[in-house]
Structures are given as C-alpha cells and as structure tokens.
C-alpha cells in the first residue's frame, strides 16, 4: 500500500515560518489534505487538494505538492498552532484509498 | 452546519464485537457523492482510516481490518453504523466518524471521537 513519511517533530519560534513535510512516491500527482489535531481534540482539516483552506482556516496556512514530496507551510506562527499534523492522500490505485502519514509534533519554541 | 457524533460502548472485553454509531446532521447520506468514515487513534499514535460508506451504499475497509469490519447506513435515521469483531486490546483507540464531502477525497468534518478501551 502507498506510504507517507513525516518528520516526526518540527520546531519553531514563535513569528517564524514552519513547514512539515509529507513524502509519497510521486505525491505530486495525488491530493494531499492535512490536518491538524491539538491535545484531547479532533483533527480539523487545515487544507485539501494539495493548497486549498477551507472556510475559517487562516491564510497563515499554506500547502504544495510536487514531485514525492508535499509541504504544509504556517507563516507567522503562533503558540496556539502547536500541534500534531497529519498529511492524507486518496490512493485510487490500492485497496486503501485513505492512507495517513505518522504526523509531526510542531513545537512553538 | 454538519455535526457528527458517535456513540457507543466505552469498555469492551477481548474477542467482543463492538457496535459505534455515527449520528449526523446538517447533510444528507442520499446525496450523490458524499460519504461518511470511520478512522481511530490509538493513543499516542497516529491516525488509522478503516471504513467509508458511499450515498450509493458502496462500502471501502481498510485491507488489513475489513474481515472484521461492517458498516451499514441509515439515511432515513441519519446513522452510519461500524461493527468490528474480534476486539482485542490493541484495538483500544479513539474512533472517530466522519464526514466525506461530494466532491473530496478527505474528511471534512469530525465527530468528536469516542474512547474504546478493550479489556478483560
């Protein structure tokens, strides 16, 4: 089955720019989505279709894909955007069509 | 405003059958395209996605469960049903239901999760 790779944890100061990698064998020619989850919550949906947000998602919240690899990028990061994130891709050519990868603790140092 | 939420037992013992519910609003399971998973995390770990059921009743399980996983859909009742068989205390996680739009390959909305710890 298709398998994404995240970093494990990311770190950054608080006004920087964090981005979290999702690699794939040639990711690029899928949808990737991300979510993020905060302690004791549900994953909310940060961006669909590789760089799309959905309503009430900051513009801090970005995404690209291309190649086997996929970004999510927050610009100006905040405290409260410390949280595990979580790439997804639709793999139409397995019998696991919704596959995650591991997730990134992002740290607000 | 769509909302999901599950229900179900909190405590299962080994070799159990365990039955969630998904109860929705704010969309219709009649509508064409949209459908409504299932996806757990044990704790501490990452996401898992284990079933989704389509407005036109085809079903998808994840490989590596769908021996023992059924769902089934009500839409006159707003209800997605997930049965697992077989608990077994790896099993324990929260799951999660959830909704998937009519245009996307992604959960959209959430449900807020329920615990199921399976022990003896």
């Known amino acids: 089955s298709y398998v994404l790779t995240q970093p494990p944890s990311v770190s950054v100061a608080p006004g920087q720019t964090a981005r979290i990698t999702c690699g794939g064998n040639?990711?690029?020619?899928?949808?990737v989505h991300w979510y993020q989850q905060k302690p004791g919550q549900a994953p909310v949906l940060v961006i669909y279709?590789?760089?799309d947000r959905p309503s009430g998602i900051p513009e801090r919240f970005s995404g690209s894909n291309s190649g086997n690899t996929a970004t999510l990028t927050i610009s100006r990061v905040k405290a409260g955007d410390e949280a595990d994130y979580y790439c997804?891709?639709?793999?139409?050519?397995?019998?696991?069509?919704?596959?995650f990868g591991g997730g990134t603790k992002l740290t607000v140092l | 405003q769509i909302t999901l939420k599950e229900s179900g037992p909190t405590l299962v013992k080994p070799t159990q059958t365990l039955t969630l519910t998904c109860t929705f609003s704010?969309?219709?399971?009649?509508?064409?395209?949209?459908?409504v998973g299932w996806i757990r995390q044990p704790p501490g770990k990452a996401l898992e996605w284990l079933a989704l059921?389509?407005?036109?009743?085809?079903?998808r399980y994840s490989p590596s469960l769908k021996s023992r996983l059924t769902i089934t859909k009500d839409t006159s009742k707003n209800q997605v049903v997930l049965t697992m068989t077989n608990m077994d205390p790896v099993d324990t996680a929260t799951y999660y239901c959830?909704?998937?739009?009519?245009?996307?390959?992604?959960?959209?909305?959430w449900g807020q999760g329920t615990l199921v710890t399976v022990s003896s």
């Open positions: 040639n990711i690029g020619s899928k949808s």
């Open positions: 704010g969309f219709s399971l009649s509508t064409i395209g949209v459908g």
């Open positions: 059921i389509y407005w036109n009743d085809d079903k």
């Open positions: 279709d590789d760089s």
């Open positions: 997804q891709v639709w793999d139409s050519n397995s019998d696991h069509p919704w596959v």
């Open positions: 959830t909704h998937r739009p009519s245009s996307g390959w992604y959960a959209h909305y």
